[in-house]
């Protein structure tokens, strides 16, 4: 009998996977064939053998069929390395101030996720900083709503802030994400991090200076 769960981490050949059934973390290693390249990636849904005797590992047997799949395109060598499988929604994370919001960084955001097919969602975050003066939220959500990209007023680093300008905020959007799996994109200082804070209501805290390192959020 095995045993449905999913990749949470992945390295080359340990993977963390949740059980479906109770929902614990094991890990497992792959049978050799799976463990070729992009083979099984955080998000997969996976089927999981598990251990003979206790103390020894779990083992990866299948990859169930991706829903889809967050690609980069390797020109040189023709080929797709995939990145994440099986993700609901794109969270583009802009900012209103400090780094300001740019509608060309915005609009290629979307037309990935056209291309990966995962609808997006337009997070306008810090602001609690935002003056006007740089971009008119109202217009930005107007011209997004022809697009079908539905839009998020809210500051991360403000728990109480309540939307000025759009009918949708914090609450509605932590109301949306429930049971979802979402991924977030933006440009480095955004806020990505201190959103996953606030939406994990402070269960995950990412590291700034860990992430802004590697300038990967
Ligand atoms: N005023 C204000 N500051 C915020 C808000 N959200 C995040 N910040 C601050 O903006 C800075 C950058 O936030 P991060 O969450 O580290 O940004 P990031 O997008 O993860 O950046 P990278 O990891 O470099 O990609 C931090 O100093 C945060 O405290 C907000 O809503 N309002
Ligand atoms: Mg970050």
Redesign the pocket.
Known sequence: MTIRARIFRSSKRHFDCQRLDNKEMVTATALAMLLKEDHIVVGDWVELIPPPVVGQEWVIEKVIKRNNAIFRNLPRVQKKSVIAANVDVMLV?TSADRPDYKRGLVDRYLVRSEYWDIPAYLIF??M??YTGDHFDINFEAERLKWLNVECFEV????GKYKQKHLDQGFVELSEKLRGKTAILI?Q???????MITELSEGRIQLL?GE??RA???
């Open positions: 994370v975050n810090k609690d900083l500051s991360a680093s403000d933006g480095s200082g955004v806020g990505k991090s201190r700034s992430t802004n300038n990967k959020g």
